[in-house]
Each structure stands twice: as C-alpha cells, then as structure tokens.
C-alpha cells in the first residue's frame, strides 16, 4: 500500500495532529516525483521498525502489508519470505538491496535469488522502502512480487549501546557511535549474537558477528557516503522433521532426525553511494561465502550413512548503477535515465554429499561467470490538476559461462528482454489518490539449469531452461489519508508468470514448473487515535492456481498461504514518547497450500508478540515477550517422501515441518552518550 511510516522521536511535536503531518511530509521527501506508481509501495523509518518486537533480522520484511518472514531450519541462514501467493524460498521473485548493493543471489548454491539479511544492524537503518508489483522501471531481476530498499543512518541523535539477555542463551550487544570527520560524519556499528535455542537435541551455537564503518558527507550538491560491511556467522541447525516422527514418539516437537546439519556464512563489502536531487549513483564489491549442511529425507537415498549433504557458494560480485532525472524547458513533465550492470565471479557452486559434514563424494561442481547490463527510463507527466501518469520501460541483458566438473553440463547462454512499465493516479479528493498499474518483470534462472544436458544424479538427458523468464502485473488501488491522524490503502492485483524450469538446489537437477497465474486483494489501515494510541491492520488473501491441465495433477501451487493478516497497537505514557510504553503484535498465517492437489492442510500460524518499554533521558529498558501464548504452529510446511529407520526403502509421504519457537522472553538495556 503507498504508506508512510515513521515514528522518530526527533519530529514529534505537542500537538498531535501537526505531528503526523510532518511525519508524512519527512517521508514523501525520500521520494523523487512520480515515485509513488502503485498503491502497493511505501516508506518506513528505522526508528519504526525498531519499535517492534522481532525474533529475527529478516522480520523487518514484515513491514511491507502481506508479507510473512519463517524459517525452515537454522537461524543462521536466509529466512523464507510469503508475499503475493509466492513462497519466495530465499528471496526467488523479490528483489532486496541494501545502499544500492543486491542482496539477491543468482546461481546460488542453496537456491536461485537466496536473500540473506543477517548482515544488517537493525539499529543502523535509515528507512525501507518497498515496492509490489512489477511496475518499476529500476527494478529488474527477481522482481515478480515486487522488491525493497533498505537505506543505512548518515548520522545518530546520539551514540548508543544495547545489551539484550534472554532465555536459551540468547545474548546480544550492539553499539553504534559516531563522530564528525571535517564536513562529514562517520558512523560505526558493531553487533555479536551468541544463541543456544530451545531445541531438545541441538544446541544452535550461533556465532553472528557484524560491522558496519560509513562516512558520509555533503558533495556538490548531493549527498556522499561511502559503507563497509562485515559479517560471520556459524551455526548447528534445527531442520524440518516428520510429522510421523513427533507422532510416534520418537522426537518430540523441539526434536531432530539428523542433529549435525548447521552451517557457515559470511559476507564482506564495499560500496559507494551519491544521491543529489538529480542524479543517483551507486557501486560496490562484495564476497559471500556459504557452506550449508542439511538433510531433508534422512535414509531415502543412502539407508547406511545417510543423505545428508553440502550446498557450497563461494563468490565476489561486482556491480554499479547511475540514473539521472531531468526536465526539458522547466515543464512539469520529469524523465529518468539509468544504467546498471553487476558481474558475479562465482569460483565455487557445489553440492556435495556428506556424513557428518565429512564430505563423501560429489555431486555436482561448477564455476560461474554472471554478467549483466540494464538500461531503463521512466517519464512521469500530469495530464491535468488531478491527474497524472507514469510510462517506463526498461531493457536487460545477460550472460552466464558455466564450467562444470561434467564436460556436458559448461557452456554459454546469453537472453535479453524489454519490459514495459505504466501507471495512471488520479486524485479523487485531497484526501484519496486512485492508481491503475501496469508492467512487465522477470527472474532469471540458474545458470547450471540453463547449460545442463546430464542429470549429475543419474546420467540421463536432461531439460535445460530459459535464462530469463517473464512476468506480467496488473494493479488498481485507492489510498485514503487525511496526512495526519490516518491512512488507509486498498488494492486489486494480478500476476501472471510464463513457463519455467528451476534448479533445484537441494537436488542438483532442474524440474519443470507449470504456468501459474496469481490474483488477490491488499488491505492496509494505520490510524494515531493522539500522541499516546495508534494502531493498525494489514491483510491479504491470494488465490494461486497453474494456469495448465496435467494429468494426474492439480492446479494448486506449492507453498502458497492464501490469507495473511498482522494487526498491532502501542501505547506510549508521554506524547513525546518518554516513560512508559506498550506494543502488542498479532500475525495469522493461513493454512499453506503443499501438494498440488490441496489434499493437506497444515495448521494454520497465530502468534502474538508484545513489549514493555521504560524510556528515560539517556537509557531505555524493555522486554520482549516473543510468541506470548506458546503456540505450537508451524514456522514451514512440506509434503514429501521421507524415510526413517525401519520404513520401507521408498520412503513415506508425509508432512514435514519447522515449529515455532516457543515462548521466549529478552530483556533489553540501552544507554545513549
């Protein structure tokens, strides 16, 4: 929805009213003209996302309306993200970045598009920006449901320090200070997280380190900032189990089969940024590394040491963009122009099986040489004192050089699409805007799946697949919003997808996925009742079909959640926020779709976070009550064969999940200076 959020303690004013107008007026002008196409985007400010209770990193996604953040094993590794009728696994389909730096991986080796946030300081965002929908001219790869921007602090109110206990170990300090360099200013952020979990088997054992040193300063005209990022981080992972497992008592809930999965992951970078009110540029290294250990099926495959296995993706990327907006004969009329290219030098993608993370053969190894270039421009022009309407297009190109450890699977592939991007918004009143969106997106495809001619696995012929794959997007909404006690947004949306092959990275094959087509409804409402309530709603039901006949098939489509709803309130003592204060959260997720037959149906998910906050002058107390009522919900849900000791040697189909955490309470202390 187009909303604006912020609760910054630095714009509040006595009056209640005048304050949540200025909030908005501070948010509309991190957007250019014409930015907002759709009414599914919006802005939040890092002080509002750090107000809510959150067990991981990654939940700050949940910030966009209908979007759900799980996991499916250790806390170390990307989350799964649901939004729009996709189980977007690690990122697949939404395109994240961080001061201009993708998050996404292409050709990676736990799965195409894998989007890992741990190496974020939540403390050190400026602000998210989100956009749904596939009508965004700067937006290229991975962006069928949509994509976000996570934008870092230039400057603090003042340095800061918190320390966070909380049960099962968990112990997490972070620091963030700045200092004045000449006309700039340099910020340092530092995080460790140390983490036993509440598993029964398995201690997790996180190790998560992070740093972050950025220096930002005016220049002509602009802003300059320059960011390095450190993060390392190991862990001992708690997989999905058998439902048949908990059932027969042979684990409990918090249980394993396989107790020496886990991992280990760390990621580096460089980056550079400038931003004037006309020209935006960007460029950045980074090198990733992940050595990740699972295992999904247990005995299926190898009944003596067992199946599970090494996903290995060791890579540097390169990459950069510029766009420059301009007007011709000071009309109002406003155009962009930009180019982007990234390159991702993969020295190692591999996939290995193992016994005890003690590698036992090979599976597939490749090397991979990733390339791409984008140019796109977006005119944005009034067609009247109401109304106005935005066209872009955009054109990509990529190439990938796979070198396989199998002479038949190396090769080169090269694609290139254009896409067509349009919106119209009218201005139905002064306080309701009406939008109508259209566009073209895509997501590329692994690269090992494009080149592949033998299943590494059985030697056969294998099917390769498309480099690039198209999606298409259509959207109608309404946002309400009087700019200062509410905001209420409203949208309609299709989205279609063409045929495709993905790799499957737990697997090392590619498998055929059917034309699907998506189509639901978005709903969102924040209302400030004063300076001490406010409270708000989001919703969103997709329905999710294979556009296809096949026999012996259904039409639905793996890991969709139909309906998903989050809702929340606070109450603050003060209206400058000080003294006391409490937030209670609510999410529901709906029963997921798992086979295509919709024959299953997983419980659904309710769970409610709260906190409790005394804020002072120069510290802050709060705690955290995560999951307040114990559920036993499920954080994931697949349907596949698996096999346990003594179960017949082709395994049995059954429902396999990650619970919840339990309840859980963290306690913490900060102290500014």
């Known amino acids: 929805m187009t909303t604006v959020l912020c609760t910054s303690q630095t714009v509040l004013a006595a009056d209640p009213e005048s304050d949540i107008e200025r909030i908005r007026i501070t948010a509309e002008d991190n957007f250019e003209d014409g930015a907002f196409v759709s009414a599914s985007q919006g802005w939040v400010s890092g002080d509002t996302i750090n107000s809510r209770p959150m067990l991981r990193t990654g939940e700050m996604l949940e910030f966009i309306p209908g979007m759900m953040v799980t996991q499916h094993s250790g806390s170390g590794k990307a989350n799964q993200y649901f939004l729009r009728g996709f189980n977007l696994d690690h990122g697949t389909d939404f395109a ?84 004045n360099i000449g006309k700039g200013t340099g910020l340092i952020g530092l995080e460790y997280q140390a983490y036993d979990g509440p598993w029964t088997d398995v201690n997790e054992d996180i190790d ?37 497992a908990v059932e027969q008592g042979i684990i409990s809930r918090l249980g394993s089969i396989d107790t020496g999965v886990g991992g280990e992951s760390s990621r580096y970078s460089l980056s550079s940024r400038y931003q004037s009110s006309s020209v935006t540029a960007s460029a950045y290294i980074i090198d990733t590394d992940l050595t990740l250990f699972s295992n999904f099926t247990y005995f299926l495959e190898d009944p003596v040491d067992g199946d599970q296995f090494e996903q290995a993706d060791d890579r540097t990327l390169y990459g950069g963009d510029i766009s420059r907006l301009f007007s011709l004969n000071n009309s109002d009329t406003t155009h962009t122009l930009g180019a982007q290219w990234r390159h991702d030098d993969i020295d190692n993608v591999g996939l290995y099986p193992t016994r005890q993370r003690e590698r036992t053969g090979l599976t597939r190894e490749d090397s ?12 944005n022009f009034s067609l ?76 056969e012929a294998a099917e390769s697949a498309p480099l690039l794959v198209r999606s298409l997007g259509y959207e109608t909404g309404v946002n309400v919003t009087d700019s200062r006690t509410y905001n209420v947004s409203a949208s309609l949306w299709y989205l279609e997808l063409d045929s495709e092959l993905v ?89 997921r779709t798992v086979d295509s037959m919709d024959s299953v149906e997983p419980p659904s998910m309710f769970l409610i976070n709260t906190s409790v906050s005394y804020d002072a002058s120069n510290w802050t107390v709060s705690l955290e009550l995560l999951n307040a009522f114990d559920s036993d919900a499920h ?11 003594g179960e017949p040697e082709q395994g049995i189909e059954d429902l396999h999940y990650h619970p919840v955490e339990p309840r859980t309470a963290r306690l913490t202390v900060s102290v500014r200076y």
């Open 208 to 244: 998560k380190k992070n740093a972050v040193i950025r220096y930002a300063t005016p220049l002509s005209g602009g802003d300059f900032s320059i960011t390095a990022m450190a993060y390392d981080n190991s862990w001992n992972g708690a997989d999905q189990i058998p439902d048949r």
């Open 368 to 379: 991979i040489d990733s390339t791409s270039y984008a140019l796109y421009a977006q005119t």
């Open 635 to 645: 954080d994931i849900d697949y349907l596949y064969a698996s096999r346990l000791p």
């Open 503 to 591: 790799y499957v990275g737990d697997a090392g094959f590619t498998e055929p996925s059917r034309p699907s087509e998506r189509y639901g409804a978005e709903f969102s409402a924040y209302y400030w009742f004063s300076h001490h309530i406010n409270a708000d709603i989001e919703a969103a039901w997709t329905h999710a079909r294979f556009s296809d006949d096949v026999s012996g098939e259904g039409d639905h489509i793996d890991g969709t959640v139909p309906v998903v709803i989050s809702a929340g309130a606070s109450w603050y003592q003060n209206s400058d926020q000080s003294g006391l204060s409490y937030t209670v959260r609510a999410r529901y997720l709906s029963e």
């Open 384 to 459: 009247s004192e109401k109304a106005s309407m935005t066209i872009g297009g955009r054109y990509d190109y990529m190439n990938v050089d796979v070198v396989s450890q199998l002479s038949q699977n190396s090769g080169s592939e090269s694609d290139a699409l254009f896409s067509l991007k349009g919106a119209f918004k009218y201005a139905l009143s002064d306080y309701a805007t009406a939008f109508v969106s259209a566009g073209q997106g895509y997501h590329s495809n692994d690269a090992r799946g494009v080149t592949i001619s033998v299943d590494p696995l059985t030697g």
């Open 96 to 179: 994240t970045s961080v001061e201009g730096m993708p998050v996404n991986m292409r050709s990676h080796g736990h799965g195409q598009g894998y989007s890992d946030l741990n190496f974020i300081i939540p403390e050190t965002v400026d602000s998210l920006s989100y956009f749904k929908g596939t009508y965004y001219a700067s937006i290229g790869d991975f962006s069928g449901a949509g994509g976000a921007h996570f934008s870092l602090k230039d400057s603090l109110d003042s340095n800061q320090t918190y320390f966070t206990l909380g049960e099962d170990a968990y112990q997490r300090i972070v620091t963030v200070n700045q200092t």
